[in-house]
C-alpha cells in the first residue's frame, strides 16, 4: 500500500491545495455577499449557480478532457478558477458573481474528473476501496480545515480572496510535476436516467432530496450563522463541526445500513438529520449547543447520499453499476441545484429559521417515502448486497473508484462485467 501511496501523493497534494482553495472560497463569498447587502434570495441563487456548473460540468467536461487531455486540461480548469475567484473581487455584482460561480462549478468537476480518473487508474483493482477511503479523508479533511482559514482576514478586505486564488493556482503544481502515465481519456458507461428510477426509486428520491438538503447546506450554512447575530468565527467553526460530523459518523451508520434495509435505514437517518435540524433551530447562536448539533447534523446527513448510493448498486448487475451512479450524480446535482434557491427563498421571506426548517422538510420528506416504499414491497437485491462507502460528491471519478471496491465485494461465483 505504500508504494502505491508515494506513486499518488502528488494528486492528493493537489487534491488537498485545491480543497483548501475551493471551501474557502465558497464559505467566504456567501459572508461577503451577505456584507455587501445581497438578498437571501440571491445568496440562494449564487450557491444555486455553482450546482449548475457542477451539473454542465459533468455533462461537458469530458468532452474537453478527450480533446486535450488530462494536464493541459487541468492547467485550463485550473486557469479558470483561479481566474473566477479574482474577478470577484473586480466586480461586486451580484449577477455577475452568479456568472463566475457557474464556470466555477463547471472547471472545478474538471478538476475532480482528472484527478480521480488518474486515481482510479494507478490503484488496482485489490486497493482502490483503500485509495478511495484515502481520497475522501483529503477531500473532507481540505473542507474542513479551509473554513479555519477565514481567521486570517475579515471577508471584506481582499487577502482572503488572494490566498484562495493562490492555493487554487499552487494545486497545478504537484500534478503538473508528477511523472505518472496520464489515465485512458473518458469514454463513460451511460444509463438513462428513467431507467434508473425504474431499477431504484428510493435511492434516486434520497439523491434528490440529500442534494436539496446538503447543496443548502453548503451554500447558505455560514451566512445563516450570521443572521442569526454570530460573527465570522462562529461561522467558520460551525462548518467545520459539520463536516467534522460527517467525517466521524459516515462508517457506523454505514455499517448499520449495511446490516438491515436500506430503506429502513434511509427512513431512520433521514429522521434522526430532521432532529439535528430540529436542534440546530434550537441552539441558534450559543456556541456550544450549536457546534453540538452541527457535529450532529453532519453525521448522519453528509450518510444520505452514500446509503442512496449503496440502495441503487443493491439493485443494478455489476455491468450497470458505473452507468447508475453516473445517473445517480445527475440527480443528486439537479437537487443541490434547486435546493439553495429554496432555502435561500425561504430566508428571505421568514427568516433564518428557514434554513433548519428546509433541512427537516427535505428529509422527513425522505423518512415518509422511504417509509412508504417498505410497506408497498420487498426489497430484491440483484446480485450481492453492496457495501457502504463514506464519500461526498464530487464527480463520476470518485464513483468509478467506489464502484471497483463494490466489484471487488461481489462473490467468487460472480464475474464481474464492468
Request: with cysteine; glycine share 10%; charged share 10%.
Amino acid at each position: 500500500m505504500l508504494p502505491v501511496i508515494a506513486r499518488i501523493l502528488a494528486l492528493l497534494s493537489g487534491t488537498v491545495l485545491l480543497l483548501l482553495g475551493i471551501g474557502l472560497l465558497n464559505t467566504l463569498l456567501v459572508l461577503r455577499g451577505a456584507h455587501e447587502g445581497f438578498s437571501d434570495t440571491l445568496l440562494g441563487l449564487m450557491g444555486s449557480s455553482y450546482f449548475v456548473g457542477f451539473l454542465l460540468g459533468t455533462l461537458l467536461v469530458p468532452t474537453l478532457i478527450r480533446r486535450m487531455g488530462h494536464i493541459r486540461a487541468f492547467a485550463f480548469f485550473t486557469a479558470a478558477v483561479t481566474a473566477s475567484v479574482l474577478a470577484h473581487l473586480m466586480l461586486i455584482d451580484a449577477i455577475a458573481w452568479i456568472v463566475l460561480r457557474v464556470i466555477a462549478g463547471a472547471a472545478v468537476v474538471g478538476l475532480y474528473i482528472i484527478i480521480e480518473s488518474w486515481l482510479n487508474s494507478h490503484a488496482g483493482p485489490a486497493l482502490r476501496g483503500r485509495v478511495f477511503a484515502i481520497y475522501m479523508v483529503c477531500n473532507l479533511g481540505a473542507l474542513a480545515a479551509a473554513q479555519q482559514l477565514l481567521a486570517l482576514d475579515a471577508p471584506t478586505g481582499y487577502l482572503l480572496f488572494v490566498i484562495s486564488a493562490t492555493l487554487v493556482c499552487v494545486a497545478a503544481m504537484p500534478v503538473s510535476a508528477t511523472q505518472l502515465t496520464p489515465p485512458p481519456r473518458p469514454s463513460g458507461a451511460s444509463m438513462s436516467l428513467r431507467e434508473c428510477f425504474r431499477k431504484a426509486p428510493v435511492a434516486v428520491l434520497a439523491g434528490v432530496l440529500s442534494g436539496l438538503t446538503m447543496g443548502a447546506f453548503w451554500s447558505l450554512g455560514a451566512v445563516w450563522v450570521g443572521r442569526l447575530g454570530g460573527d465570522q468565527t462562529l461561522a467558520a467553526n460551525f462548518m467545520t463541526a459539520t463536516i467534522l460530523g460527517g467525517v466521524a459518523l459516515q462508517w457506523p451508520i454505514g455499517h448499520f445500513s449495511d446490516g438491515s434495509d436500506r430503506r429502513r435505514a434511509l427512513v431512520a437517518v433521514a429522521v434522526l438529520t430532521a432532529l439535528a435540524s430540529l436542534a440546530l433551530l434550537w441552539a441558534g447562536a450559543r456556541h456550544w449547543p450549536l457546534m453540538t448539533a452541527a457535529f450532529a447534523f453532519g453525521g448522519v446527513a453528509f450518510s444520505l447520499y452514500p446509503i442512496a448510493v449503496a440502495h441503487l448498486i443493491d439493485h443494478l448487475h455489476t455491468d450497470e453499476i458505473l452507468g447508475g451512479n453516473a445517473a445517480l450524480l445527475l440527480f443528486h446535482g439537479a437537487g443541490a441545484a434547486i435546493g439553495p434557491v429554496l432555502a435561500g427563498a425561504g430566508m428571505a421571506r421568514i427568516g433564518p429559521m428557514a434554513l433548519p426548517v428546509h433541512f427537516m422538510l427535505m428529509t422527513l420528506l425522505l423518512a415518509g417515502i422511504a417509509y412508504w416504499h417498505t410497506r408497498r414491497r420487498d426489497d430484491v437485491i440483484v446480485d450481492a448486497p453492496a457495501i457502504f462507502v463514506p464519500m461526498v460528491r464530487t464527480s463520476q471519478g470518485a464513483m468509478d473508484m467506489m464502484s471497483a471496491e463494490q466489484v471487488a465485494n461481489v462473490p467468487a461465483t460472480e464475474t464481474p462485467t464492468s
